[in-house]
C-alpha cells in the first residue's frame, strides 16, 4: 500500500514563503508522475504542479516563477517551493502519485495554506 504524507503547511503573510513536502512509502521512481493539486473553499481542485519520473516540471501558470516543485530520490520526498505567496494561493494542497499513466493514483491527506494579507 502506497501512502503520501504531507507536512509544510502553515499561516504565513502574504509575500512569505513555505515549503510543503510530500513523503512516499516507496520509491518515488517507481512513480511515474508525482505532483501538487490545490483545492480553495467553493471552488474546484487545480493542478499546480507536476514533476515526472524523468525529471520534466510543469507549473500552472498562475504559480509559474513563484512554485518550484522538486524532488529528492534518497528522501522519497517531494517538495513545493512556494515564494512570494498570495492571498489567493489559500487552500488545501495535496499530494498526489500516479503508478503510470493509467494509473492508479494516490492521495496525501492535504495540508492547508493559508496567507494573510
Known amino acids: 500500500q502506497v501512502q503520501l504524507v504531507e507536512s509544510g503547511g502553515g499561516l504565513v503573510q502574504a509575500g512569505g514563503s513555505l515549503r510543503l513536502s510530500c513523503v512516499v512509502s516507496g520509491s518515488i521512481f517507481s512513480m511515474s508522475s508525482m505532483g501538487w493539486y490545490r483545492q480553495a473553499p467553493g471552488k474546484q481542485r487545480e493542478l499546480v504542479a507536476t514533476i515526472t519520473s524523468g525529471g520534466n516540471t510543469n507549473h500552472a501558470d498562475s504559480v509559474k516563477g513563484r512554485f518550484t516543485i522538486s524532488r529528492e530520490k534518497a528522501k522519497n520526498t517531494v517538495y513545493l517551493q512556494m515564494n512570494s505567496l498570495k492571498p489567493e494561493d489559500t487552500a488545501v494542497y495535496y499530494c498526489?502519485?500516479?503508478?503510470?499513466?493509467?494509473?492508479?493514483?494516490?492521495w496525501g491527506q492535504g495540508t492547508q495554506v493559508s496567507v494573510s494579507s
Open positions: 498526489y502519485a500516479d503508478r503510470s499513466s493509467l494509473g492508479p493514483r494516490y
